[in-house]
């Protein structure tokens, strides 16, 4: 990486990470471009952040896909009923697979590059943000909630891989809505990932043979606001650190915890999501560990405000530093 990065803010994007086709933005409850609005607010807040001073990720490739997941799996995303059913997209059932392939699964592959060079991008800078990905509810041999592609998984394990001397013990951080069953199971009995997972008990997946993967849980009933919410996270947390001593912190970033959010179904407001990743990123930076953020689910339409505006707080409170001169 030394050398190819100078210069440049360690925050992953690229255009081609939108979905947008069919008219499937109206059809889903989701924001399909809500990726790329939260780089147009970022522009607009921080001056002088540009395309050319972010990372721009190359796509996965087939090899690096099969570091993660089954053959098996990877082919039966060649039928396009398996994608829609994984995507809760059920019309896509109907349209070829090319097609599928170009305009929903390539952008996912995208973002799954993004978290990988997100990864790498932290080691060095000590912290890293990809505008997407965050695909936990997808595991090495099944995907489903919206998740194709098992990029925490991926990104995790080329960590632990690569960086073997300094990196042997991670904490995943995930607390975005709902249960992360996709790394959870990837990771059952893997001493290497100590998970924290904080989730809406009453929503999908209620996976329970993923749950035992989870070392530190903090299980919140609908309708969770920010003053519980922020008090459990804070000493949970502390916890967490204090028993996983990690040499590395993968932070799934979800904003469905957001009121008004129809699938999350907890009342975290705005100023309480900023308050979050404050938290979360200043504990990462008093134990001194690099810490890689992805955006994972929250897809209503005020999401990628707030998304944007978590960031400009993070860099305006010290928590990340850019270079941008
Ligand atoms: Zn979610």
């Not at 799996?73 to 994984?86: C, F, P, Q, R």
């Not at 349209?95 to 991008?121: C, D, M, S, Y």
């Not at 890689?292 to 010290?318: C, E, F, H, P, Q």
Request: proline share 3%.
């Amino acid at each position: 990486m030394a050398g190819s990065s100078t210069g440049k803010v360690p925050i992953v994007y690229r255009n081609e990470y939108n979905i947008g086709f069919l008219g499937l933005e109206k059809l889903h409850p989701f924001d399909s471009k809500k990726w790329g609005n939260v780089f147009n607010y970022l522009k607009e807040a921080i001056r002088g952040l540009t395309e050319e001073k972010i990372h721009s990720p190359p796509e996965v490739t087939p090899a690096q896909l099969l570091k993660v997941h089954t053959q098996e799996y990877i082919d039966s995303l060649t039928k396009s009923v398996n994608v829609a059913k994984i995507t809760e997209v059920f019309f896509l059932a109907a349209i070829p697979n090319f097609v599928v392939q170009r305009r929903v699964l390539k952008p996912f592959r995208f973002q799954v590059g993004g978290t990988l060079l997100a990864g790498e991008l932290c080691m060095e800078h000590k912290w890293s943000i990809n505008i997407g990905g965050g695909f936990h509810h997808c595991s090495k041999d099944r995907g489903g909630g919206f998740c194709a592609y098992a990029d925490i998984t991926l990104c995790i394990r080329n960590i632990l891989e690569k960086y073997s001397s300094r990196v042997k013990k991670v904490l995943l951080i995930d607390l975005d809505a709902h249960q992360g069953n996709g790394h959870e199971r990837d990771f059952l009995g893997d001493e290497s990932v100590y998970i924290f997972d904080m989730y809406n008990k009453y929503i999908y997946p209620g996976d329970m043979e993923a749950r035992a993967a989870i070392k530190k849980s903090v299980e919140l009933f609908t309708g969770t606001t920010d003053e519980e919410y922020l008090l459990a996270l804070r000493s949970k947390l502390q916890e967490a650190f204090e028993e996983a001593k990690p040499d590395f912190v993968f932070f799934n970033a979800g904003t469905d915890i957001l009121e008004g959010d129809t699938l999350g179904r907890l009342s975290i407001t705005r100023e309480g999501i900023i308050e979050r990743d404050e938290i979360v990123f200043r504990k990462a930076k008093e134990a001194g560990v690099p810490i890689v953020m992805v955006t994972s689910g929250g897809y209503v339409a005020r999401t990628a405000k707030i998304i944007a505006d978590s960031i400009v707080n993070l860099k305006d409170k010290g928590l990340i530093h850019m270079d941008l001169d």
